[in-house]
Nanobody, 122 residues
């Protein structure tokens, strides 16, 4: 069974940092791109960052470029999202998903977990 479990969320003040983790199981992790998405109340889920299976390419939404860093450890089936200089607009539930290639549209992602809540206060 494909499963991804997010953790590391919390409540921080503006300018703070958090490190999210996404632990995967049930599929050949090293062959899949992993993406982080977030959803704020009343808004659609949006892509935040993606890392390719080979770790050679990464993608960041314009809103997080320069502040967030995605990485992965294929020996631990884990992807991380280091979030620095957090802003209130970064608040939301963060989810990770897996896709066969890094350019996949959100509907092609599998293994959505329960997400982890990030709250940034001003």
């Amino acid at each position: 069974e494909v499963e991804l479990v997010e953790s590391g969320g919390g409540s921080v003040q503006t300018g703070g940092s958090l490190r999210l983790s996404c632990v995967a199981s049930g599929f050949p992790f090293a062959e899949y791109a992993i993406g982080w998405f977030r959803q704020a109340p009343g808004k659609e889920r949006e892509g935040v960052s993606v890392i390719s299976s080979s770790i050679k390419s990464t993608y960041y939404a314009d809103s997080v470029k320069g502040r967030f860093t995605i990485s992965r450890d294929n020996t631990k089936n884990t992807v991380y999202l280091q979030m620095n200089s957090l802003k209130p607009e970064d608040s939301g539930i963060y989810y990770c998903g897996a896709a066969r290639y890094s350019g996949a549209t959100p509907d092609k992602y599998i293994g959505w977990g329960q997400g982890t809540q990030v709250t940034v206060s001003s």
